[in-house]
């Protein structure tokens, strides 16, 4: 009967083992496919800073403009003053989609610093002040060239922390996965030999 019960203890055990084994495994592969998720957003973090990187481009080609029109001694004010306004309307467009994509907190900051370059242009555009605007215009495009900068090497660093935390939780994962197999194994073995040793195999019969 002791023997008996030391077997049944521990076919329970073994049975208890299995189960948290299969849940282990079962998060496990959940941990995998969210490292993988976390990895797959951060990328489109950076292609996202690709856009921006679109936008800044955009930015740079329409204050080049604005300051080739101001230092422009053959043009009347008043045409000066509608081509710069004109285009500084397409600069705004631009900040609407600008805004919506992700920046850190140290882009926010240089893109006010941007914006308010941006603004004292429309303020000297009314004056037709356009040795003030030729300078505020070479302001705002030293900010864009910073602001470009950071936004790369930011978005550089952010993929590649991304790319180290997915191998490291890869490798856990897959070294996880190998010490469940063997410890599978081995639980299946002592299943095995558990059920062997119950079984009785009857003698032959006595000649005698």
Known sequence: ????????????????????????????????????????????????????????????????????????????????????IHTLDIIHNIDDLYTKTVLTNKEKQYFDVFLSSCKEINKQVESKDWDKIANSSATALKTLEALSQIQIEEGKAKLAAANAMYNRNNVLGQLQIALLIILGGITFYLLIKKIKKTVKIPEPPSLN
């Open 1 to 84: 009967m002791k023997d008996q019960k030391k077997y049944s203890n521990k076919t329970k055990a073994a049975f208890i083992l299995l189960i948290v084994m299969l849940i282990i495994l079962l998060g496990n592969f959940n941990t995998l496919r969210n490292s993988k998720n976390v990895n797959d957003n951060i990328n489109a973090i950076y292609k996202d800073r690709l856009v921006v990187a679109h936008y800044i481009f955009q930015y740079s080609k329409e204050l080049h403009f604005i300051k080739a029109e101001a230092e422009k001694l053959n043009l009347s004010d008043n045409i000066k003053k509608d081509e710069i």
